[in-house]
């Protein structure tokens, strides 16, 4: 018996028929929320651009010497002065806003959620193999239903970053409380901690190294998300690449893409270390 | 006063309790539960501490002796059996009560130490206050007390990793002294330090208890350790209790052949106490007695000193030959003034190896004498020699004689 006589299931139909429906019935509280959204990186990116680039340049390399140190932070005034000069300044701003507010939603969903799923074997159980299927799923597809959802251009573009960048904050949340060793644990329950007191004193304070991992891991994924979202209008130096692409400019397509790479080594050094400090100062 | 009250206390581990507890209850083996899945932690042990007293349960690894003493805060539950503190059945208490019990009741000293690393030295110390909700100015007050009590004043602001593993215990310790809880539960507190240091750590907690008379439960699988500190011992087996006695009880009349096999191995210098190998003090002289009159007595003994005690037994000095001569000479009419009063004294207490490191600096008898200065007997280089001849030559459960009812 061939397989072609056996009937192809109706996946992709059944997909698109609760999407639609999802659409219909939903949409309104998702246009709502694409909104605020919209008012909200609109607001920062605005915000962002009415300071002179020197000034923030000069506040990056600021916070890049505090937190990682002076070579960082001369890599940062070199690698954003160079971005300025190329005349990529409000491509980098609009990329940077983007994937700040979208970590910040990644990291409010994951942590709440890795933390159940640390105390919690049912809830784990649910969630992690959704996270495999979050991660696995080709990036671009969630970029499809988003547009009805929440119309072209940014908004669309968070969305499908938080489901994208997601998944690393809530596993290394999990993963670095689950690790607190079992005798501190156990310490903590001896001396009469409530569930409260146990996980705000002993649980997340020794994960922190941990959780901070995996915040860096949703930055990169979202930066990297933020780029390929250019496709549905999400602008930014992933903009620029796709310009670059459409008219076979590949001098302007590498200047987008060097300054991708430098955007991601700042973001990347800075926030490494900081999930590093606490526990390097506890071992001097 | 009976602190805590274990009674036919049993913990298995495993899916379904109830099922191993029948096997049990039918006389099968520990082997025999295990094909089903199941442990046993414990099974029917019961015991009970006086307040005040430091009890020691002593094992091998995997007699149960951890699992008893988790349940004793109940970071094990016990599958049946009670288990009383002050009269009040914990096996039974709510999440309430239970917190409660943990916060004021019942504090505990981990095996590897276990404190917090991103927290300093005070913050640690101060972690059971912490959650009792105490305000931050009282509880570092008492956390820093704490920190004095087990010599760690000046440490405050340290991290856990900064210090030493005995240092850390010294944490440890003081994180349990500053709850001020009247039990405390030690999980092999000392076996994680080096030999010296555990040493020094055991010393330090006989003065500690000295002056708290807290309730211990101390767990260790160390025998010299048990026989150093324990005022009872409890010995445990297979998750049961073969003997519970006093340190000379387990060593003079061993349960059975697995307690005699431990016991044989005793390093009796460290085992044997002032107690044990002090005489009795025949001749004394009192202070208002004439030279003449001591002189007398000692030629009689044959001795070089004598010492000097009031009519109700306190001590009060020695007196050497050549201080009696002066006397003499002097013409005066007793010898009060001639007594040295800071002639080293021991403590019932002394091991024997403490002993003869103070004979070494001092020609002269020791004195025994109890907390009230009366003095109880005396030890002589020729009785310390008799003791460690005696412990040498034979094995110390044949040593100490066992009786033949204890032998079958």
Redesign the interface.
């Known amino acids: 018996m061939s397989l072609m006589t056996v009937p192809k299931l109706p996946l992709a139909h059944g997909i698109d028929v609760a999407l639609d429906w999802l659409t219909a019935h939903g949409a309104f509280i998702t246009k709502a929320f694409s909104h605020f959204i919209s008012i909200l990186i609109d607001g920062l990116v605005n915000g962002l651009l009415w300071l002179p680039p020197w000034l923030l340049i000069a506040a990056v390399a600021l916070v890049a010497w505090r937190a990682a140190g002076w070579r960082v932070a001369l890599f940062s005034l070199l690698g954003l002065l160079l971005l300025w000069d190329l005349r990529l300044w409000s491509a980098t701003v609009e990329t940077f806003t983007l994937v700040l507010i979208s970590t910040l939603i990644a990291v409010a969903i994951g942590l709440p959620l890795g933390i159940a799923a640390a105390l919690s074997t049912r809830t784990s159980r649910v969630v992690m193999p959704l996270l495999d299927f979050m991660q696995t799923m080709p990036a671009f597809v969630y970029l499809i239903p988003a547009i009805p959802f929440f119309g072209l251009g940014a908004v669309s573009a968070s969305v499908a970053t938080v489901i994208f960048a997601t998944p690393p904050t809530i596993r290394l949340t999990a993963l670095g409380i689950r690790q607190v060793p079992e005798d501190l644990v156990e310490a903590a329950d001896a001396f009469g901690s409530t569930r409260r007191q146990k996980l705000f004193k002993v649980q997340l304070p020794m994960a922190v190294p941990t959780i901070m991992a995996g915040v860096n891991q949703t930055i990169m994924l979202s930066l990297s998300m933020v780029v390929i979202a250019a496709m549905i209008g999400a602008g930014g130096l992933g903009g620029e690449v796709w310009r670059a692409i459409q008219r076979l400019e590949p001098g302007k397509g590498f200047e987008a893409g060097i300054a991708i790479v430098i955007l991601a080594m700042i973001l990347d050094r800075v926030t490494q270390r900081i999930g590093r400090n606490p526990s390097a100062k506890a071992a001097k | 006063m009976k602190k805590i009250k274990v009674d036919r206390l049993t913990k298995v581990f495993g899916p379904h309790p109830e099922q191993a507890l029948r096997m049990l209850d039918g006389g099968a083996s520990n082997a025999d539960i295990r094909k089903t899945g199941h442990a046993v932690g414990i099974a029917d042990v019961s015991f009970s501490v006086e307040e005040g007293e430091l009890l020691v349960i002593m094992g091998l690894s995997g007699s149960g002796k951890s699992t008893l003493l988790r349940c004793l ?1 109940r ?1 094990n539950t016990s599958t049946r059996g009670s288990i009383f503190i002050d009269g009040e059945d914990i096996t039974r208490s709510d999440r309430e009560q239970l ?6 009741k ?3 000293v ?3 130490f ?5 927290r300093s030295v005070a913050d640690n110390a101060a ?2 206050l ?3 909700g105490v305000e931050p100015a009282e509880r570092r007050a008492r956390a820093i007390e704490a920190l004095e009590l087990v010599g760690l004043k000046g440490w405050e602001n340290a ?1 856990p ?2 210090l030493s593993g005995g240092m850390q215990q010294r944490v440890g310790l003081a ?1 349990a002294l500053a ?1 001020k809880s009247d039990i405390l ?1 030690m999980d092999e507190a000392f076996s994680a330090l080096d030999p010296l240091i555990r040493r020094d750590m055991q010393q330090e907690l006989a003065s500690l208890q000295r002056r708290m008379k807290k309730t211990i439960v101390f767990i260790t699988h160390d025998l010299d350790e048990a026989l150093q500190i324990g005022d009872r011992i409890v010995l445990m087996k297979d998750g049961r209790v073969v003997q519970i006695g006093t340190p000379e009880e387990i060593l003079n009349h061993p349960a059975d052949a697995y307690v005699e096999r431990f016991v044989e191995n005793v390093d009796m210098s460290r085992v044997l106490t002032a107690r044990s190998v002090m005489g009795r003090a025949r001749e004394v002289a009192f202070p208002q007695d004439g030279p003449r009159t001591v002189l007398h007595k000692m030629t009689e003994g044959n001795d070089t000193s004598m010492l000097v005690v009031e009519r109700d037994h306190t001590l009060v000095g020695m007196i050497t030959l050549d201080a009696l001569d002066q006397a003499m000479r002097e013409g005066q009419q007793s010898i009060a003034a001639r007594v040295q009063h800071d002639a080293p004294t021991l403590d019932p207490d002394t091991p024997l190896a403490e002993i003869i490191n103070q004979m070494a600096a001092w020609p002269y008898r020791l004195p025994v004498v109890d907390a009230e200065r009366k003095l109880l007997g005396v030890v002589t280089r020729p009785r310390v020699i008799n003791a460690l001849a005696q412990s040498r030559s034979a094995p110390a459960a044949q040593m100490l004689a066992p009786t033949p009812e204890a032998r079958a």
């Open positions: 805060n970071l917190l409660n019990l943990r916060r004021r019942i504090s505990m981990f095996q590897h276990a404190l917090f690393p991103h972690y059971g912490e959650v009792q991290k990793g900064q994180r709850v539960l």
